[in-house]
């Protein structure tokens, strides 16, 4: 009988969960809900969940089609990874698809859901957005910053220039690019630089770094602290206890940048002009307010570029053709004589077509960022009840072969024909969510690759081809960090540093 006993409590569990999974299959159907593989009682999919999650998902929509679902806990998830389908979602459901899933992460760094990334959809995201787009992003404001993206860059050129003025050397271009993208952000937001050799208050710049870069590896959304509310009752390891913490910190470094900035007046930088309205309108502009569009500049704003520049030039270095051929672009549009400026960009279709290629390959946000339908609707042909989570695979639309033509190869020729239909490639996404930070993205990147090719030749550091595997993280980061070969051309000597002070 002891034998027996457990065989008969395993049969029985067995039997139940088989009876369980059968039973929510039919209700699946019934409800028409999109196809799913099996789930677990209590986490539902959460075990399947392997990273990098867009592989993990992409390998489902194989079996399931490009429209499935999932469970994490007791949440519906639904994953989009067709062109149409991403269409539907952006065009005909864009209105109730955009709104944000309450994720823990969004009560810390969106300030209790506060911020433009993390609020729902409404009048308050309308105002931030429409805040954003003309004191941040307009034409205006964007060529107002124009000087110091020039000066950045041409501090990374100087810096590449000492390395390697003689001979070929080895430099490492992931920590450069993060640098230069994060002091291009400060620097708009609060005219001051956290990386160089010149700065005057290093321990509050190495703070500030330190917190940054903690703040990227707590985000993300495969967390199963958010989809199972146990966790959430013990406060599983601590997660929000530490959120907190970490959030404390950020927000009293963001609070001494606005402090410093209502002492002294007299600077033209973000921070000022969001102080000189929160004067006339001191209700709605808050420090809170202020502090959340800080943040989101630099969370969304800094690591984003820096990794897709990362990546296009381990693309370029993988493909010594191509580099050639963007150099000769350069030479013939340039000369040999002056500096690329962004005026140039929209003439070098070549340099243009190797940023969207890049693009299309490595997405610095694969999954997007995770929507919410806040009404039931339909996706496919399934019905999509409110209260789902909406990701969309952009990774796996960039390489569908229904889409493109060989479609893990690197051939920036073929965006030789022009513009490509937004649902096929959608790195900052599509519709009202889309990203409002492209037109700034699109000027860092063009202009640092552009110099960076027009300056220098580059070489692989040995004969192996630059391993190109994604590592751990929300904006799809390189697993090992570039290191590359670098030695400067005649042109840098003539175009090099007439206004550079520093290094
Ligand atoms: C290569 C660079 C970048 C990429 C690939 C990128 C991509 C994206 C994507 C995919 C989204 C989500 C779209 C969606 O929800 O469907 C997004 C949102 C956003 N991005 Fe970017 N982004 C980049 C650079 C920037 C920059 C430079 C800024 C600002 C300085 C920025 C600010 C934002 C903000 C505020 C949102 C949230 C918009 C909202 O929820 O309404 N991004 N970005």
Redesign the pocket.
């Given at each position: 009988m002891e034998i027996v006993f457990p065989y008969i409590t395993v049969s029985v569990f067995l039997v139940f969960i088989t009876f369980k999974f059968l039973s929510k299959a039919r209700t699946n159907r019934r409800r028409n809900l999109p196809p799913s593989p099996p789930a677990l009682p209590v986490i539902g999919h959460l075990h399947l969940i392997k990273q990098p999650l867009h592989r993990t998902l992409q390998t489902f929509s194989q079996n399931l089609g490009s429209v499935f679902s999932l469970r994490f806990g007791s949440l519906l998830v639904v994953v989009v990874s067709s062109p149409s389908a991403a269409e539907e979602c952006?065009t005909k459901n864009d209105v109730v698809l955009a709104n944000?899933p309450r994720l823990t992460i969004g009560k810390y760094f969106g300030y209790n859901y506060s911020?433009?990334?993390?609020?729902p959809y409404g009048d308050h995201?309308r105002n931030?957005?429409r805040l954003?787009a003309l004191e941040?992003?307009s034409t205006n404001r964007l060529n107002h910053f124009l000087s110091i993206r020039q000066d950045e860059i041409k501090r990374l050129l100087h810096r590449l220039h000492q390395k390697s003025s003689n001979d070929f050397a080895r430099v490492e271009l992931k920590s450069k690019f993060s640098e230069l993208?994060f002091n291009i952000?400060m620097r708009m937001i609060a005219g001051k630089r956290y990386y160089g050799d010149d700065l005057v208050e290093c321990e509050e710049a190495k703070e500030f770094r330190e917190v940054v870069s903690e703040a990227f590896k707590v985000g993300g959304l495969s967390n199963p602290y958010d989809f199972l509310p146990v966790l959430r009752w013990i406060d599983f390891k601590g997660f929000e206890k530490n959120l907190g913490k970490l959030h404390k910190r950020m927000d009293s470094r963001l609070q001494g940048l606005i402090d410093e900035h209502r002492r002294d007046k007299s600077k033209n930088t973000m921070i000022d002009h969001l102080l000189s309205l929160q004067e006339s309108q001191p209700e709605y502009y808050t420090d809170s307010i202020i502090k959340g569009l800080m943040l989101?500049?630099i969370l969304?704003?800094?690591d984003?570029?820096a990794?897709?520049m990362e990546w296009a030039m381990s693309l370029l270095v993988n493909h010594p053709g191509v580099l050639k051929k963007a150099r000769a672009e350069l030479d013939t549009h340039l000369g040999r004589d002056r500096l690329i400026d962004e005026p140039d960009l929209s003439k070098l279709h070549y340099l243009q077509a190797i940023i969207s290629e890049t693009?299309r390959l490595c997405?610095?946000?694969p999954l997007?960022?995770?929507?919410m339908s806040s009404n039931d609707c339909t996706i496919g042909g399934f019905n999509v009840p409110r209260g789902t989570i909406l990701l969309?695979n952009?990774w796996a639309i960039h390489r569908d072969p229904s889409v493109w033509d060989d479609p893990t190869s690197f051939k920036p020729e073929r965006f030789d024909g022009g513009e490509v239909e937004g649902h096929k490639l959608?790195?900052?996404?599509?519709?009202?969510?889309?990203?409002?930070?492209?037109g700034?993205?699109q000027r860092?990147?063009g202009l640092t690759l552009g110099s960076l090719i027009q300056c220098f030749e580059w070489e692989r550091v040995g004969e192996e081809l630059v391993d190109l595997s994604e590592g751990k993280g929300i904006t799809m980061p390189k697993a090992v960090p570039l290191e590359a070969m670098c030695k400067s051309r005649d042109i840098v000597k003539k175009v090099l540093f007439e206004d550079v002070n520093n290094e």
């Open positions: 952006f944000r911020t433009v990334s993390a609020a995201w931030l957005r954003m941040i992003f993208t952000v989101v500049m969304a704003g800094t984003t570029s990794v897709t693009f997405p610095a946000a997007l960022v995770p929507h969309v952009s959608m790195p900052f996404g599509m519709g009202r969510r889309a990203c409002p930070g492209a700034l993205a860092v990147i």
